[in-house]
C-alpha cells in the first residue's frame, strides 16, 4: 500500500541551525534514503513557505494569496512517497526520517481508485 509521509517541521528552528547542524541532518537525509531506498516511490524537500501561494475558487473566482494555507507552529517541509507493507511499517519508515526528531511526520494512506 502507498503512504504519503509528510515531514513538518519548525521552520524559523530550520533556519538558525548552524552550518554544522544543517550538514548533519542532511546526512540523515542520506542515510535514510539508502535505508528506505526500496520502498521510497518519490519525494522532495519544499522552499520556504515565504513562496507558498494558497489559491481558492469562490463562485467562479479564482483568489491567489501570498503564504501558506494556515500559520502554524509546524510547517510542511517536504515528503516520501512510499510503498509500505501496512500501516506499522510505514510507522517505522517515518519514524527514521531525520525531521521526525525535532518536528513530525504525518503518515497517511494513498486513496486507491478502482
Do not use: N
Not at 547542524?21 to 522532495?44: C, N, P, S
Amino acid at each position: 500500500m502507498r503512504y504519503m509521509l509528510l515531514i513538518y517541521t519548525e521552520e524559523t528552528a530550520d533556519m538558525r541551525a548552524t552550518d554544522g547542524e544543517r550538514r548533519t541532518m542532511m546526512e540523515g537525509y542520506q542515510a535514510f534514503g539508502q535505508w528506505a531506498a526500496d520502498v521510497i516511490l518519490g519525494g522532495d524537500a519544499l522552499q520556504s513557505t515565504q513562496t507558498a501561494t494558497t489559491v481558492r475558487v469562490r463562485d467562479g473566482e479564482t483568489l491567489a494569496t501570498d503564504g501558506p494555507f494556515a500559520e502554524t507552529k509546524e510547517q510542511l517541509g517536504g515528503f516520501y512517497l512510499v510503498e509500505a507493507k501496512d500501516l506499522d511499517h510505514a510507522i517505522e519508515i517515518a519514524s527514521r526520517i531525520p525531521g521526525a526528531s525535532a518536528g513530525s511526520v504525518e503518515v497517511r494512506p494513498i486513496m486507491e481508485f478502482a
